[in-house]
């Protein structure tokens, strides 16, 4: 009898170990799941790039802590729209500031080519 609780408290201990394991285990797998600053910030920057709506404007992306905000110009209102959008599809984004001014293209100065 004595040998048959032994038994059944090591099988519980067991048990306890590997769920707990598993849970450490989740939590680091979890941790190295979530995007950093920098790679959320590569991300939105790569997606700007390649759209054709904001490709062409001035748009600096920061980002702490999840929280992104787009400063700089956009070459119209709905490339403007479209900066927030794609910041929004990027995985990790916990919030947007979009403070991105439009490109007013009626007074805009073009250089001259050269």
Known sequence: MRRIVQVLVLAVLSESAVSGMAVTNELAQSAAEK???VQL???IAEAMHTSPLTANSLIVVHVNQGEVTLEGTAMSPLARREATRLAETVLGVKAIRNRLSVLNTQTAEIPPEK
């Open 41 to 43: 910030q590569t991300a």
């Open 35 to 37: 995007p950093g600053d």
